[in-house]
Nanobody, 116 residues
Framework: QVQFVESGGGLVQPGGSLRFSCAASGFTLNIYIVSWYRQTQGKERELVAT????????NYADSVKGRFTIYRDNAKNTVYLQMNSLKPEDTAVYYC?????????WGQGTQVTVSS
């Protein structure tokens, strides 16, 4: 089945860290620009971070700059999101997908809750 499989979420205290993984299932990831997105209930999905095909160019939303790092390992067909200094406002379901999305179905996402 062609899909993204996200993992790594959980409950973390403010200031804590998590690393998400996004594995490509049924297709080769290295031909795509890939982004992490997040969504909270009642809000539109927002773009968090983007990495180009070879990983040379990276962009972040202003809200996560300096705290989040996106990187990819094309040999493992996987993209990662390292999240440090987490804040309660980072609480959301995180998804990965191509940028722009459309070629590959959205996965189930992975939930992170930042709370003391």
């Amino acid at each position: 089945q062609v899909q993204f499989v996200e993992s790594g979420g959980g409950l973390v205290q403010p200031g804590g860290s998590l690393r998400f993984s996004c594995a490509a299932s049924g297709f080769t990831l290295n031909i795509y620009i890939v982004s992490w997105y997040r969504q909270t209930q009642g809000k539109e999905r927002e773009l968090v971070a983007t990495v180009t095909r070879a990983g040379w160019r990276i962009n972040y939303a202003d809200s996560v700059k300096g705290r989040f790092t996106i990187y990819r390992d094309n040999a493992k067909n996987t993209v990662y999101l390292q999240m440090n200094s987490l804040k309660p406002e980072d609480t959301a379901v995180y998804y990965c997908n191509t940028n722009p999305p459309g070629d590959i179905a959205w996965g189930q996402g992975t939930q992170v809750t930042v709370s003391s």
